[in-house]
């Protein structure tokens, strides 16, 4: 839910969306290749875990597209991370969760309940 980026916590978030840059549109704006098959929206749209004042302008299935405001340099094929707003219907979008601790890979997880909606 989106109270919980909005508070301040004293923990980090335990799940993030690994996206890339796509493209670049204008002075500042980019395209990422994750939408709403990647990241569930009911509850808000998701945040740039380290650009928390870039600002979603369109949000689509398969692309977002956004204004790094308070963003260093950006390349095309860079990795950032998203923070969605609710993560329960976000990890219900995938089969694994690939888990890394301190930037090491650590495994993949199966998500059990990947689809269980009844």
């Known amino acids: 839910m989106r109270i ?10 335990a799940a993030t969306i ?16 994750a939408g709403t ?7 808000g749209k998701p945040v740039f875990q380290d650009f928390s004042k870039a600002k979603i302008r369109v949000m ?3 692309h977002t597209q956004f204004k790094a405001i308070g963003a260093g340099d950006l ?3 860079q990795k ?3 923070i ?5 219907p976000t990890l219900n979008l995938y089969d694994y969760l690939h888990v890394v601790k301190n930037n090491d890979f650590i495994g993949k997880w199966r998500i059990y309940a990947r689809g269980k909606n009844y």
Do not use: R, S, V, W
């Open 84 to 88: 969605p707003a609710h993560i329960c």
């Open 75 to 77: 390349e095309i094929g």
């Open 37 to 43: 098959k990647a990241i569930a929206t009911g509850d």
């Open 4 to 13: 919980y980026i909005e508070l301040i916590l004293f923990f980090d978030y």
């Open 80 to 82: 950032i991370q998203l």
């Open 18 to 33: 690994l996206a890339t840059i796509q493209n670049q549109t204008g002075k500042k704006e980019f395209t990422t290749d």
């Open 60 to 62: 689509n299935e398969e």
